[in-house]
Structure formats: C-alpha cells, structure tokens
C-alpha cells in the first residue's frame, strides 16, 4: 500500500495495480511513464469493440468511430482548459501534425523559425532538415529556463514564420514559465505559434487561458500520461483560424466548408477540421475512449494525478538523495520540486549502460542523449520506487 503523506485524497491509488494486471504493473518495475504508460485492463475491451463495430457494420462502422474521435478530442479539449472539442483535429503521431502546421505557414512572409534547443526528437529532425534547404532555425537554449521566453522574444523579426517550442522539456522534465510572454510576442506580429504539450497533459495543470495561449496551435497525445496507446494525438487550432495547410488530406472536406467563388480554390473548413488528414485505423480511438470512462469512474482528474505525479517524482528524488553517489558519475538538476513535470530526469555519463544494467534487473527506465529519465506511474508503489533507487544506487557504484 502506498504511503499517503497526509493527503487521504491519494488512496484512492491504493491497490490501483488492480486495474492493469495484463501489464502485470506488480510483476516488475515499469519506471517508463513519462514515455510510455501502461493500459489499464479496460483498454483491451475497447480494442476488442473496435473489431466488433467492424466486423457487425462493415463501412457503416464510421459513425460509431467518429463519436470515439469527438470523445478523444473532448477530453484533450477539457484536461486544456477549453470547453469543447470543437477546435480539436486527431492524428496517429505529432509529426503527422508538425507537418501539416508546417505546410500551412506563409512562407511569402520569410524563412525563420524560432524553436529551442530542447526539442523532442520530431521537431528537432524536422527543423534540422528545413534549416538544410535555407531555412533560418534559430534555436535559443533552454537554459536557464526562467529567461527561455524572454530571450526567445528577442529573436523575433518580421520575416519571422513560427515559433515552436515545448511547454515542458522532454529531456529533462523542465516545466517552462512565463509561456504569455511568448504568446504576446506571436500575438502582436501575428506570428503562428505551435506549442507541444505531450509532457503535460493530464500530469500537470495546464490551462490555455490562464497561459495566454488561446490563440496559440496546440498539440500533444495520449501516449504517454493518458495512458491511452499510440495512435491519439491532437492538434488544437485556434478559433478563427483561416490557415490553408498544403498537406490537407480529403477528411478536411467534412463540416461546413467556406464558400469560394472560385470553384478551384481548395475548400477548407471551419474550425480544427481544416487541418484533418485521411482515413485512419479506428482502434486506437475506441482503445482512448475506454480509457477516458475509467479515467471518469475512478474521478482522476488533473489536480489528483498531478498531487500524485508529485508525490512520487518526490519520493524519487528524496531516495536518490539519500543515496549520495559520486555526481561525477549522476547527478539531478537542483530545481524546486513543484518545478519538475511527471518523471525524474537524472544527468549520467553512462544513461544507456545504466539503462541496459536496470532492464536486466526488472526495471525499465529510458534514456535520451545522456539523461536517465525515471517515470513513475499511479499504479506504482512506494515500495516499487524505493526499491528501483536502491538497485540504481548499485548499478552507479559498479561503474566506478
């Protein structure tokens, strides 16, 4: 059973491992939450449905997985802050949607984009291989994050295209402040800007408003905190958006269309569906759709997960303290707690020899470019992420 802490509003996790027995969460220690969280059991009776609906309706099956779509977009649209999915467009992967935001720039007014030099790997790759054909990448670096917006508003200029940029650092778990400050810098110039929110959504509040960002391209997806599998990303547009994206599949000519008189001008839309795509494997909705029921059921909402998130990035973080080892060989950012977003990011020489050393013992971590990242998860135990710590504690040692 978990320690509570003095929060009683946290046991509701006791005995959460219950939910998710073909992940077997109590077998072994899936310490990748921050990546890829495991489904609950539920998860497998909406993939089952999927193949039902198809199998009894055949083409007819679309009606029934649009209205799991419009709830997978209704959910994102609520963990936001917004209050409808009305804005909202799907797709199986955020480079699917990194594209289509890309295609939709008016390159007429320059060739710059300003981004940062902590992006997740879509967005990195993508940038580096524009700023091959000419365009200006000005990648600013995150550090120290207190100023990132800051000094990302002092690259912005006229020939200026996009920003892109991450609301929490994929590497390091980094929550970046101060996002209406970059918003306003976009919003005065009319500058497009796009910002990744895979690392917050339904782990840390995160609401559009209150961050200015309502005018601002959203995306993000339920691989990993939502717990929903692949196959769920979003993109969330803004409301009079009247962008015409190049990459425009023939899904973008459901809805209401805006009349040209031209009739061959390409229609689009109103609303997130000007940014749809094309026809899509329906399973990963009806998967994401079960989940959100349980996620109802069991009343998790962002403030509970996010006490809990914290709870156990905590805990992690106080053990790995405790430890003491040589930071020569690993070591933590010093950052305030309510600083850090759902995992433990730890910097080491060695990340993929740790890593490697870790799965051979039964726990699964991940690493990225020199960071072992440790994602907990609400149907982890305290005992779990204790014992994790101390197996790394040994697994560090032996390096020396």
Known sequence: MNVDNGNNSLRVFDDFA?????????????????????????????QQQAWKDAAEWVDDKWGRAFEKADKVKAFFAERLGDSSGEHYTLA???????????????????????????EFHSMRRQLARLSEEGVEVVSVPVAPTSTLT????????????????????FKDAAIIPHLDIIADAANSRDIPLLVDTYHAIN???????????????????????????EGNCFMRIPEHCRSRPII??????????????????????????????????????????????????????VGLLRAKSQQQVGLLRDAFDALALDSRLISRADVPLEQIAGFLSLKTRD??????????????????????????????????????????????????
């Open 92 to 118: 199986s992967n955020t480079h699917d949607l990194l594209i289509r935001f890309l295609s939709s720039l008016d390159w007429k007014r320059g060739r710059k984009i300003i981004t940062t030099d902590g």
């Open 18 to 46: 219950s939910h998710y027995q073909q992940f077997r969460v109590s077998e072994r220690i899936l310490l990748t939450g921050h990546s890829h969280q495991a489904w609950p059991d539920v998860a497998f009776d909406g």
């Open 203 to 229: 782990v840390i509040p995160f609401n559009l408003q209150n961050q200015k960002l309502d005018q601002a391209y959203i995306v993000g997806g339920g691989y990993k905190y939502c717990q929903f599998g």
């Open 351 to 400: 990340a993929q020899g740790i890593q490697q050393a870790l799965m051979a013992r039964g726990i699964l971590t991940d690493q990225r470019d020199g960071y072992l990242r440790l994602g907990p998860a609400p149907y982890m135990t305290d005992r779990q992420l204790t014992d994790a710590i101390e197996t790394l504690g040994e697994v560090v040692t032996a390096l020396r």
């Open 248 to 301: 425009t599949g023939w899904y973008a000519e459901f809805g209401e269309l805006e009349k040209t008189s031209d009739p061959t001008i390409t229609q689009y839309p109103k609303g997130g569906a000007r940014f749809q795509g094309s026809t899509y494997d329906t399973t990963s909705h009806y998967r994401a759709a079960a989940v959100i029921d349980f996620f109802s059921a069991q009343k998790l909402d």
């Open 150 to 169: 800051e000094r990302m508003r002092a690259e912005v200029t006229d020939d200026t295209v996009a920003i892109m940029m991450s609301a929490v650092m």
